[in-house]
């Protein structure tokens, strides 16, 4: 589903035989890798289905989609990042308010994600230049 190292979720002591934890965008650019110091608190399936209003088997169905990011725990058990209900509202409103299918909502996530990494180096670089790029 995603290229997270496999370990035990919320293992959050940074020592021998703790598993880094990745943050950031999926892309080449440069992913950090960082050691979680304190229990990253995860959300159960149940969890947020009742946050987010929807069916667990609805989320099953994005999670198989790879429309949401999960992980299994050691029972096996579906968990959650605590931003995962913002990410089924987000599908949710793409999918009434431009009446998408989910595989369309799959790629309609990716390019805005793109968008915003491109956004947000642009505002990194802080160099604005009264001639345009193109010229």
Do not use: K
């Amino acid at each position: 589903m995603n290229d997270r190292p496999s370990g035990a979720p919320g293992t959050g002591r940074a020592g021998a035989g703790a598993r880094p934890v990745r943050t950031g965008a999926d892309i080449t650019v440069s992913t950090a890798v960082r050691y979680a110091l304190v229990p990253v608190h995860r959300l159960s399936l149940d969890a947020v289905a009742r946050l987010s209003g929807l069916h667990p088997d609805l989320i099953r169905r994005f999670v198989a989609l790879g429309l949401v990011d999960a992980d299994r725990d050691a029972a096996g058990h579906l968990v959650f990042d605590p931003t995962a209900p913002a990410v089924l509202a987000r599908i949710q409103r793409l999918r009434s308010g431009l009446c998408l299918n989910y595989a369309s909502i799959g790629l309609v996530l990716d390019l805005l994600d793109r968008i915003s990494l491109l956004e947000a180096a642009l505002r990194g670089r802080g160099t604005r230049s009264e001639t345009p790029p193109w010229t």
